[in-house]
């Protein structure tokens, strides 16, 4: 750590460990604020099937990135490492250290390292994709990338549409794949960054899970869905607990077997998640009641 350089603490992890209370016993340890790096949780519509935070945690500390976007506005995570370099720039100049949330590798790994730099979009492959989407589905697009880039296709979330398409289009466009241009020269930042990953046994993680989504149920998920139900062709509603539900109102699946499925591809999920991060070897896996005596030895505050 740099005495000169603020800090940026990332907590990450799969989803439903803990990272949000996390996050906010750090945030308020440290006076500080929390930047969320959850690709779900910048939408206005989508917040229980989201996880995002409740009213009393928002009040806990402020929060950025949460309800910035419609569902409807097109966003990348190129979007998000400009919009949050700007942001944390603005921040350091009164925080000496700030929180970083959330569980999508991809996002952290923008701000925290940046990318190899991504060949243009070529549109005519794109659109062709995006027309095989709309006639076929999402499924034979993921096998397409499972086959030509199984390291990408086991990281990332195949569940988004627009990601799988960008990798199937880079690949077709050079005929190398997306993994290959996120294994480069970390670029410089002007901040220091400490990453924590919480971590849970495999079985309390999984149980963390079903539960959430029983909860998620009752507080009604099911009529937050239905609101959705015209926006459903949209990118970002191509999300775990969200194409489940909107199968059984298109009567595909029976309510149980909705449910039962959102749990079954969560864990999936998490899964993936954890792959992610594993390959990260400058990641601290603490369990919660770790990460404060950590932080204060690493953070550097003079």
């Known amino acids: ?49 989201t996880a995002k935070p409740t009213t009393t945690e928002l009040a806990a500390a402020p ?11 097109p ?9 949050c370099l700007a942001l944390l720039e603005q921040l350091f100049k009164t925080y000496k250290v700030v929180i970083m949330v959330g569980g999508s590798g991809l996002y952290i790994k923008a701000v925290t390292e940046g990318f190899d730099d991504l060949p243009a979009a070529n549109t005519d492959i794109r659109d062709r994709l995006n027309t095989e989407l709309a006639v076929n589905g999402i499924a034979e697009l993921q096998q397409k990338l499972k086959l030509v880039d199984p390291d990408y296709y086991h990281t990332v979330d195949i569940n988004n549409p627009q990601r799988v398409i960008r990798a199937l289009e880079i690949y077709e466009a050079t ?15 002007g901040f220091d960054t400490i990453k924590i990953g919480i971590d849970l046994p495999r079985e309390e993680l ?32 191509n999300t775990v607990g969200y194409v ?19 749990k079954q591809n969560t864990r999936r999920f998490a899964k993936r998640q954890l792959t992610w991060f594993r390959k990260d070897n400058e990641l601290n896996w603490l369990n919660a009641a770790e990460i404060i005596s950590f932080a204060e030895k690493k953070v550097v505050t003079n």
């Not at 929060?63 to 506005?73: A, K, P, R």
């Not at 190398?176 to 480069?184: E, F, I, R």
């Not at 909860?215 to 015209?230: A, D, I, R, T």
Request: aromatic share 10%.
């Open 1 to 49: 750590m740099n005495a000169t350089n603020p800090t940026l603490i990332v907590i990450t992890g799969p989803t439903a460990s803990g990272k949000t209370a996390a996050a906010i016993q750090l945030a308020q340890h440290y006076n500080t604020v929390i930047v969320s790096a959850d690709s779900r949780q910048f939408f206005r519509e989508m917040s229980i099937g």
């Open 63 to 73: 929060h950025y990135f949460i309800d910035t976007l419609s569902v409807t506005e």
């Open 75 to 83: 966003y990348s995570v190129g979007d998000y490492e400009r919009e």
């Open 175 to 189: 005929g190398k794949p997306m993994s290959s241009y996120l294994t480069g020269t970390k670029n410089q930042r």
């Open 206 to 237: 999984y149980n963390r899970i079903n539960m959430r989504v029983d909860v998620m149920m009752q507080e009604g998920l099911l009529p937050e869905v239905e609101k959705l139900y015209s926006l459903r062709h949209y990118g970002a509603l």
């Open 244 to 262: 489940e539900l909107f199968d059984y109102l298109d009567g595909k699946v029976s309510l149980n077997d909705a449910i039962d499925k959102i």
